[in-house]
Nanobody, 122 residues
């Protein structure tokens, strides 16, 4: 059974950094697309970044390019999201999610972890 658990959220001032972690079980990173998603109150779910394990193809939303970095530690079965230069508009609940094979958009993921709140103050 695939399970994911995100952690690492918190309150940070604009310009600051946070690193989110997602503990994963029941899958091999090589066979899945896995990534980070967020949803702010009153807004649609958004794919922040997703990586396809088969060939490393990575998708970043425009607002995350140059500021956020996805990485993984296969030995620890953990996915990370390093977020730098945070802005108030990054405030949202962040989720990690996965599906086999290819990324098919924020509503195409099969398995979701519980979210972690990120709040960026101005």
């Amino acid at each position: 059974e695939v399970q994911l658990q995100a952690s690492g959220g918190g309150l940070v001032q604009a310009g600051g950094s946070l690193r989110l972690s997602c503990q994963v079980s029941g899958l091999s990173f090589d066979d899945y697309a896995i990534g980070w998603f967020r949803q702010a109150p009153g807004k649609e779910r958004e794919a922040v970044v997703c990586i396809e394990g088969s060939d490393g193809t990575t998708y970043y939303t425009d607002s995350a390019k140059g500021r956020f970095t996805i990485s993984s530690d296969n030995a620890k079965n953990t996915l990370y999201l390093q977020m730098n230069s945070l802005k108030p508009e990054d405030t949202a609940v962040y989720y990690c999610a996965t599906r086999p094979d290819r990324f098919e958009g924020p509503y195409g993921m099969d398995y979701w972890g519980k979210g972690t709140q990120v709040t960026v103050s101005s």
